[in-house]
């Protein structure tokens, strides 16, 4: 079985940063991505970026220049490094990935709260 363990929320001003954590464990052969997608309250969930095999990363237009994800292979692990943070990027976080265990899994963290006070 494979799982996703989140980690580096919490409470920040505007213009501050925050680091999250994702790390994959379990009988992992390949990582084809990962990423963060976030929910605001009334709103859907929506991409904020994703790494995927190769090393090309996505990130949503609203995000650019501010968040960085980067991963570390050998632990099965992704960050997103956000700066210049916004209220607006008040939300709650959930990893994302999709694994080839002894299936393709399409997996999601239990999300953690980023909310950034103005």
């Known amino acids: 079985q494979v799982q996703l363990v989140e980690s580096g929320g919490g409470l920040v001003q505007a213009g501050g940063s925050l680091r999250l954590s994702c790390a994959a464990s379990g009988s992992i052969f390949r990582i084809n991505y990962m990423g963060w997608y976030r929910q605001a309250p009334g709103k859907q969930r929506e991409l904020v970026a994703r790494i995927i095999s190769g090393g090309t990363t996505n990130y949503a237009d609203s995000v650019k220049g501010r968040f960085t994800i980067s991963r570390d292979t050998a632990k099965n692990t992704v960050y997103l490094q956000m700066s210049s943070l916004k209220p607006d990027d008040t939300a709650v976080y959930y990893c994302?990935?999709?694994?080839?265990?002894?299936?393709?899994?399409?997996?999601w963290g239990q999300g953690t709260q980023v909310t950034v006070s103005s």
């Open positions: 994302n990935a999709n694994i080839y265990s002894e299936r393709v899994y399409d997996i």
